[in-house]
């Protein structure tokens, strides 16, 4: 393995460790989320712990960066993979 990898790794295992750190610290406080859009409002039955909002938040987040980067991730593997036609260019 190289540095870079070891550190990387490092890196997680901290990360790992504060995340459960604080989940074990936070499960028994819990909140009662509610959404009032003037219009119509939502609240949840019951009060999630804060551990598993923030989890919620951030996959949520980590799935809306996802989808949103993949018209770029295709748009550029669909550049790499033109064929050079010979007259200057590129067959798409």
């Not at 609240?43 to 018209?71: C, N, R, S, T, W």
Request: charged content about 10%; proline content about 3%; cysteine-free.
């Amino acid at each position: 393995m190289t540095a870079g990898r070891w550190i990387m790794l490092i890196f997680l295992l901290l990360g790992g460790g504060v995340g459960a750190l604080f989940t074990i610290q936070n499960l028994s406080r819990t909140s009662s989320l509610s959404l009032d859009l003037f219009v119509v409002g939502f609240e949840l039955k019951q009060a999630l712990p804060v551990p598993y909002l923030l989890g919620g938040a951030f996959g949520v987040g980590l799935l809306f960066g996802i989808l949103v980067m993949l018209p770029a991730v295709f748009r550029r593997s669909s550049d790499s993979t033109a064929v050079d036609t010979g007259a200057g260019e590129a067959w798409t």
